[in-house]
């Protein structure tokens, strides 16, 4: 079966964001940009699919500005078979992502999508269920553990009490959290041979799509900063701190 | 206006967080209906009712809805949703899994997480693991959100609204199907819900050396967590995280040991009330948002703390 896998471009894990002084978002010029890690784990899960036998193709879809072909390269080098990047300099929300999707569905027929849980910017989690709600599929939402069956996936999630498993059929989505699986790193063979598998560029308007906020921004502020407190000589003071200051034990 | 909360609600009856999301409700400000949908689920629908504010509880009791599956409560909310200006639920992997998929059937935004109210249309939500904190407003007739349970206290009992049963048909869509479920039987509290949390981190050394910290967790009825680099060092499984890319917790107090403080990790816990620091290294990084810290070694300090402290049982 085809698998389509979303690729978002992020500030990497590692960055500290700055909020701007005009309060209208975070800094992201000049900054180390990389693949939103929950869909790195996406990514590592088709091939794993792929190397099981039962993926055949799989497909890297990447939306935003033309840099994104970046974050579609890193899926190639990992092992995704062609990348599809949807270019646009305009803001995409969840739901306008999920609609492009739908469209890209639409198009390439995949039995299953796999997307990371949520993006490490927005911290939104909602692309998944909104793409599956648009297509009238199953969702195997914050997977740990995938086991195909026949034309169905039993999708173990992660719940906030423990684990959940349930079966759905296929066609479905699934997003993945944090323990499906350790990503690969890409060899540098397989990095000179992703240069040369193809990408395709296709726009919203051409996919019919109008991508329009919904949400206004109003502003974006830093949360209220922590100083510093005080080093205690041993574990008494430590102990008396907590007991008499902090009154937290 | 009138806003329908969506509860949260398993075998054991109602949960908590869905008394944090009325009072959310509350805060915007109208007539609040609770949507108690499942099997069996009459006594959560009751208990709900007692809560105040709340004007009225629907009760959709239906074979179809046990275990609440996202494919068959969505068209559900969805329909119900059309009389209401706000659908709220608790920001849980409950309402995680099912808000976007009502928000789309809807063809509306979804609001996720928020941690304060500014006016009907306007919320507060965190970014980046809470680095940055976004003011939005929604621009759809029909606002879809989820509610951080944290940020708002719980709505007290004192209500007697009446239960109605929903009038809708149910239909299972049959694309899913529940199996099984395997809760945390850990002695020791959930990571995100804990009122402690004892982590390790690299200096820890070892998985083996994780031992003194539970001792030490089980001493203080807390959780034990990690940093991404005592997992990457496959020291603990990776639902101990805490981190940007882990979980996120704000416990009254977090014991940091042997975690140097990058800043993937600061992410995930900045919001403690009290953060103890324990570090060989005084230059460390977590120092600095620490409120208090110990420099020296941590496999003589933790079993001093884990002596010095009464026991909780």
């Known amino acids: 079966m085809k698998v389509l896998v979303a690729v978002k471009r992020v500030v990497d894990y590692n960055v500290k964001v700055r909020v701007k002084a005009d309060h209208s978002g975070v800094e992201t010029a000049n900054v180390k940009m990389s693949m939103n890690p929950f869909d790195e784990i996406g990514v590592e899960e088709a091939i794993r699919l792929k190397e099981k036998g039962t993926a055949t193709e799989i497909i890297a879809v990447s939306m935003g500005p033309l840099q994104c072909q970046e974050t579609i390269r890193t899926a190639l080098a990992m092992g995704a078979d062609r990348g599809i990047l949807v270019q646009t300099d305009a803001e995409l929300q969840p739901l306008a992502v999920a609609k492009l999707l739908k469209a890209i569905v639409a198009k390439e027929q995949p039995k299953l999508v796999i997307l990371g849980k949520q993006a490490i910017d927005d911290d939104c989690n909602q692309t998944g269920q909104m793409l599956a709600a648009l297509l009238g599929w199953p969702q195997g939402t914050f997977a740990s553990k995938l086991v195909p069956a026949a034309d169905a996936l039993e999708v173990t999630r992660e719940v906030d009490g423990g684990l959940e498993t349930v079966e759905i059929k296929l066609p479905a989505v699934v997003t993945t959290d944090l323990r499906l699986n350790e990503p690969r790193y890409a060899s540098l063979p397989n990095i000179m041979k992703a240069k040369k598998k193809p990408i395709e560029t296709v726009t919203p308007e051409a996919l019919g799509v109008d991508p329009a906020p919904r949400i206004a921004t109003l502003k974006v502020t830093e949360p209220a900063k922590r100083s510093a407190g005080v080093k205690v000589p041993d574990v008494a003071a430590l102990v008396d701190k907590l007991k008499n200051e902090a009154k937290v034990i | ?313």
Not at chain 2, 191 to 214: H, Q, Y
């Open chain 2, 1 to 313: 206006m009138s806003i329908l909360v969506i509860a949260e609600h398993d075998a054991g009856g109602l949960k908590p967080s869905t008394l944090n999301t009325i009072n959310a409700a509350a805060k915007i400000g109208g007539d609040i209906s609770v949507l108690v949908a499942g099997a069996g689920c009459r006594g959560a629908a009751e208990a709900v009712a007692k809560i105040t504010g709340v004007v009225k509880v629907l009760l959709a009791d239906n074979a179809a809805y046990a275990h609440q599956l996202p494919e068959a409560l969505a068209p559900l909310i969805a329909k119900l949703a059309a009389a209401y200006g706000h659908v709220l639920a608790p920001a849980s992997t409950f309402g995680k899994n099912l808000m976007p998929r009502v928000a789309a059937l809807l063809d509306v935004a979804q609001i996720s997480d928020i941690v304060g109210v500014e006016a009907p249309d306007t919320f507060v939500r965190p970014i980046y693991a809470g680095n940055a904190l976004a003011t939005v407003q929604s621009k759809d007739k029909i606002k879809v959100v989820t509610v951080r349970g944290t940020a708002f206290p719980a709505a007290p009992a004192g209500g007697n609204a009446p239960v109605e049963a929903v009038a809708e048909a149910a239909a299972d869509p049959g694309q899913s199907k529940f199996v099984r479920q395997e809760l945390s039987k850990s002695e020791r509290p959930e990571l995100t819900a804990a009122r402690i949390v004892v982590s390790g981190g690299r200096g820890m050394g070892s998985g083996d050396n994780f031992k003194i910290l539970e001792a030490l967790a089980d001493k203080l009825g807390a959780a034990v967590g990690a940093s991404r680099a005592a997992v990457d060092a496959g020291f603990v499984a990776n639902d101990y995280q805490v981190g940007q890319t882990g979980k996120i917790v704000a416990p009254d107090l977090y014991i940091a040991v042997g975690i140097s403080g990058a800043i993937q990790h600061l992410a995930g816990m900045k919001d403690s009330k009290v953060i103890v620091a324990i570090n060989k290294d005084e230059e460390a990084p977590i120092f600095q948002v620490a409120d208090y810290g110990i420099v020296g070694d941590l496999f003589k300090i933790v079993p001093e703390l884990t002596a010095a402290l009464p026991s909780k049982r």
